[in-house]
Each structure stands twice: as structure tokens, then as C-alpha cells.
């Protein structure tokens, strides 16, 4: 599989203490076969690092939800193991994995408000309402939602759903954000500005999304590291390093740089699909 | 006051009054049709025949009717707390889901009419009421079962995936996920069975027979032996006011409890 190297000059200052070196998440030899037969993923190694913002980028059907399933814990490996090196471990040995999820639909409970959706990673570690509202209110007024508290999640947009589960995976200030296509149900424009929005919270901050998405252009935008994957079986075929300095804006969407990865990413994209013509 | 909100009200009373108007036209000519080919009331009273027999026969009419209201809310009562506990049972435990649930089915589909002897002479006559509510609570707590396990089933499956994320317990699940996914089910189960319940204790005191002698169903079939149709339509129309007043709470109670989140219950904005 031919793999684009990552250049060595990376944007970001690099880390020299030998604990920040290790991985936040480390996916060795992962692969995935479901009840069914199909092997969803093949031997994907990952390094996982803290912080960054990574994208996985593939045609439906390359694994890209498995992966951020078996990263959060749901559903077991086939073969291979994940690491959470820096993680601390419970009696029995296993992480504790300190992460948020976004899925492709909001996810919310109907029959709470936006108030009690967030609260609910406090409410299920025993946290009372009094002692969590302040972090809760916080997060809410990251995403600019602090208005909306009392409402019901069906009287809100789409696009204001779609904060208020960013809300939620973020109310606990996780090390790593999992977000699983969390844009694709959007329109364009709110999809922009929810995407300016996202990097706004990240830029500065000390932890990592990992996002999946099949956009090339999106997983540019976003991005300072793209993983890109090929299906059938799912596996990884490039790794590519969008080295452009944050906060990015409009401006950045139409320099030399980005069109200059879009292509990059683009070409890795056909490669991975034409191998996979070969093969059947 | 904008005429949209006008116009809301004036559907709202019309609601009311068309139903309303029918209902009187439908008396008025019944009552005039009565009188005017002289029919002899043991074959059709006449409304206002029927109305002196209900105000004439009131203490024991509402002694009776009591009887059958109570019957009917004990086996809902019963068939709510049983459904449900068996709904949570089932989700909880495969095996004893596949255990329970043919015969579960089985005495669903058993017509009432059938088992009613079987369970009359188990229970003795001496214990009749245990007998009435046994009959009515089989007819009623099915709906409950079925709908609150499908309920149960029908949380949305990344809210359980993320409350694994966050390491809930099973109660947690069960309590904060699995049971208010299931509420608009069970509400809609529970409207069925409030129906059934009443109709379980109708059908169980006619199987009963002189046995009982005190709920509507048997002044039903007394009146009728007795030729007195007038008192018959009497408790007749009893029986149907308490079956309205059972839709009716229900659906209270499911517009009450959902009345801020689910669709169903939730006023259409266009
Ligand atoms: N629960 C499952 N059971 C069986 N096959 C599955 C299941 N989930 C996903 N798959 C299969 O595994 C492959 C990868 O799926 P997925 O991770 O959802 O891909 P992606 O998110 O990239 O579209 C697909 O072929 C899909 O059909
Ligand atoms: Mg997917």
C-alpha cells in the first residue's frame, strides 16, 4: 500500500517530554470481522496523538464507524489491541476512557430539555444538578446555546441540535472527541458555520477530535492530519499532514495550500478506490 | 385575539356541537317516532322512558355500577403493574422472555368466553369478585405487555451506545433510557386496555351469571328477562358513559405526560 510520509515539519511547536510523546490512543493491528462475516476493518495500526485534529476520510462502507466505536469501547475487536497509554486503568484493567461522542443524528432524549441532555454524562457518574449546572451553562454558551436551557430538543433547528450534542460530549472536557459524519444530515451554510464553530473550540485547547467524514474538502478545512481509508477490507492507505496554522477562515479555503492537499488527499482517495477495483 | 386563534376555537366548539346537535336529532326523532306508531315499550322505550327509569332505578343502578367500575379498575390496576413488570422482565432477561411469552400469547388469543368457566369453578363461586377480576385482568393486560416491551425495544440505539460510553448501570438504562422511550408506548397500550378492562368485567359477569347478581352486566341480563328494556338501556347507557369517562381520562393522562415532547402529542404549528 503506498503511504504518504508525513513531512517533518509540522505547524504545531513540537514535544519534546517523552510522556507527551505517547499516543493519547494506539490501535495496533486492529482488525474487525462482524457476526455476519463481513471484515469491516484489516490490520489498521494508529497512533492517536494529543493534541490534534485528525479526520478519517473514505468512501462508505471503509470501517470508519467501526474504528470510532472500537476507540469508545462499544463492541469487541476481532484481532489487535487499542492503548490508552496515558490513561489511568480501573480494578480490572481496563481505561478509563475519557472521551465524548458525536453521532451523525443529534442523539438527544426528547423528553429532556437541552439543560437535562447535557447534564446527562453527570447525572449517570452521580453528580448532582446544583453541582454540575455551572459546566453545564459554560458549555452551553460555548456552542451558544445558554438561551435555549429550558427548550425541548424539537424546538430547535437541526443545526441547533447538532450543538447542543457537541454540548454534551464536551461538558465533561474529554481528552478526545469522536464525531462520526456529526455535519452530513446539515445544509451547507449551517454546516460552514458549524465547522468554523468546531474549530473554534478546538484551536488553542490541549485535546483531540477525531472526525470521520467523506468530505475531501471538509476533512481539509478541518483537519491537521488526514487518515485516508479504503474499504473492502477497511484499512488505511494514506497519512497526510495539512500543515496550514489555526485559526483558519475563508481566507485559507481559497490559498495555493489548501488546493494543493485537496488534491493530495483527492489522489490518495483514487488510488485507494482504483486498488480497489483490481481486486474484485 | 388573531384570527388563527379564532379560527382554532370556532373548530374547537364545532368539535363539540356538531356531534352534540346530531345526538339531540337522533332522540327527538326516536322519541317522536315512539310515540307516533305507538310502540310498545318492551320492545323500544321511548328516551324519556328510559331517563324516568334511570332517575326511578338511581340507588341501585349506581350501587351496581359501582360494582363493575371497581372490578374494571382493578383489573386495569393489576394488568398495568403486571404488564409493565413483565414488559421490563422480558427486555431484562432473554430466556425468560422465551419462556413466558408463548403463554402469554396463548391467553391472549384463549377467548375469555371460554376460560371463564374453567376459572369460575377454580376460584369457587364464593369468590366471585377474585373470579370477575381474574377474567377482565387476562382481556386487559396483554396491550400493556406487548406495547411496553416494544417501547422498551424501540430506545434509540446510539442513546444506548453513549450511555455505555458513559458507563451507566442496567437500572440506569432501564430507568433514565428504556422506560421513558417506552412512556408514549405504554400511555397507547394503556388506552386499549382500559377499553378491554371494562369489557373483560362486562364479559366475565355475564359468564358469571346469578352469581353475582350486583354488577351492571347482570342488571342487563335481569332487566331483559323481566321485560324491562326501559331499565335495560338504563345501565346500558351507564356502561357506555363509563367507558367515555375511561378514554377519556386516558387520553388526559397520555396528552398530560407527553404533552411537552412527543410528537403525538404535541399541538401541529404550519
Ligand atoms: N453491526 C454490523 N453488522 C454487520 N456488518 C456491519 C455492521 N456495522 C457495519 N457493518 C459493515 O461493516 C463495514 C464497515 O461499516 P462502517 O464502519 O459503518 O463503515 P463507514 O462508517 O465507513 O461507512 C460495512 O461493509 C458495513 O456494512
Ligand atoms: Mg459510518
Not at chain 1, 457537541?166 to 464525531?179: D, G, N, W
Not at chain 2, 388506552?191 to 364479559?203: C, E, N, P, W, Y
Amino acid at each position: 500500500m503506498p503511504r504518504r510520509n508525513v513531512p517533518p515539519d509540522r505547524t504545531r511547536t513540537p514535544v519534546t517530554s517523552p510522556a507527551a510523546k505517547r499516543p493519547l490512543v494506539a490501535l495496533e493491528g486492529v482488525s474487525k470481522t462482524y457476526l455476519n462475516g463481513t471484515v469491516a476493518l484489516s490490520g489498521v495500526d494508529l497512533a492517536i496523538r494529543r493534541p490534534e485534529f485528525l479526520s478519517l476520510l473514505g468512501p462508505s462502507g471503509c470501517g470508519k464507524s467501526t474504528i470510532l466505536r472500537l476507540i469508545a469501547g462499544l463492541g469487541d475487536l476481532t484481532t489487535g489491541r487499542i492503548e490508552w497509554p496515558r490513561a489511568t486503568h480501573d480494578h480490572r484493567g481496563r481505561p478509563q476512557r475519557d472521551l465524548g461522542f458525536v453521532f451523525q443524528e443529534p442523539t438527544l432524549m426528547p423528553w429532556r430539555t437541552v439543560f437535562g441532555n447535557v447534564y446527562l454524562p453527570f447525572r449517570l457518574k452521580g453528580v448532582s444538578k446544583r453541582e454540575a449546572a455551572p459546566r453545564i451553562m459554560a458549555a452551553l454558551e460555548r456552542v451558544g446555546l445558554a438561551a435555549f436551557a429550558g427548550a425541548y430538543p424539537r424546538e430547535l433547528s437541526g443545526g441547533m441540535k447538532m450543538r447542543v450534542s457537541i454540548a454534551r460530549a464536551l461538558v465533561t472536557q474529554p481528552s478526545v472527541l469522536l464525531m462520526d459524519e456529526p455535519f452530513a444530515a446539515l445544509d451547507e451554510i449551517t454546516r460552514h458555520r458549524l465547522n468554523d464553530d468546531l474549530l473554534a473550540l478546538w484551536a488553542g485547547q490541549d485535546w483531540t477530535v477525531v472526525f470521520v467524514t467523506h468530505s475531501v474538502y471538509e476533512s481539509v478545512y478541518l483537519s491537521d492530519r488526514i487518515i485516508v481509508m479504503a474499504p473492502r477490507p477497511g484499512r488505511i492507505v494514506a497519512d497526510i499532514a495539512v500543515d496550514a496554522p489555526y485559526p483558519r477562515g475563508e481566507a485559507f479555503r481559497t490559498s495555493a495550500l489548501y488546493n494543493e492537499c485537496c488534491r493530495q488527499v483527492s489522489a490518495a482517495l483514487r488510488d485507494a478506490m482504483a486498488g480497489h477495483e483490481h481486486e474484485e | 385575539m388573531n384570527p388563527a386563534e379564532a379560527k382554532r376555537r370556532r373548530d374547537r366548539l364545532m368539535q363539540f356541537l356538531v356531534p352534540l346537535v346530531l345526538g339531540v336529532a337522533v332522540l327527538g326523532a326516536w322519541e317522536f317516532l315512539v310515540h307516533f306508531y305507538a310502540v310498545r315499550p318492551f320492545v323500544l322505550p321511548a328516551p324519556s322512558r328510559i331517563w324516568a327509569a334511570l332517575l326511578a332505578d338511581l340507588p341501585s343502578l349506581a350501587a351496581s355500577t359501582w360494582v363493575t367500575l371497581s372490578v374494571t379498575m382493578m383489573a386495569f390496576f393489576l394488568a398495568l403493574t403486571g404488564g409493565v413488570a413483565l414488559a421490563i422482565l422480558f427486555t431484562q432477561s432473554r430466556p425468560v422472555e422465551m419462556a413466558l411469552f408463548p403463554y402469554a400469547v396463548i391467553l391472549q388469543v384463549t377467548p375469555v368466553v371460554a376460560i371463564a368457566p374453567l376459572i369460575l369453578i377454580w376460584v369457587g363461586l364464593e369468590n366471585i369478585t377474585t373470579a370477575l377480576l381474574i377474567l377482565a385482568w387476562i382481556v386487559a393486560f396483554f396491550p400493556i405487555l406487548s406495547n411496553t416491551t416494544l417501547g422498551l425495544r424501540s430506545a434509540d440505539h446510539n442513546l444506548l451506545n453513549l450511555f455505555q460510553i458513559y458507563g451507566a448501570s442496567r437500572w440506569q438504562v432501564l430507568t433514565q433510557l428504556q422506560l421513558p422511550a417506552a412512556l408514549p408506548y405504554l400511555l397507547a397500550g394503556m388506552k386499549i386496555s382500559g377499553g378491554l378492562a371494562l369489557i373483560g368485567a362486562v364479559v366475565a359477569e355475564f359468564v358469571a351469571g346469578s352469581g353475582t347478581g350486583t354488577g351492571l352486566a347482570w342488571r342487563i341480563v335481569e332487566s331483559g328477562n323481566r321485560l324491562n328494556i326501559a331499565r335495560m338501556f338504563a345501565a346500558l347507557l351507564l356502561l357506555s358513559v363509563m367507558g367515555i369517562v375511561i378514554f377519556f381520562a386516558m387520553s388526559g393522562l397520555q396528552w398530560l405526560l407527553l404533552r411537552k415532547w412527543h410528537e403525538s402529542a404535541v399541538r401541529r404549528e404550519n
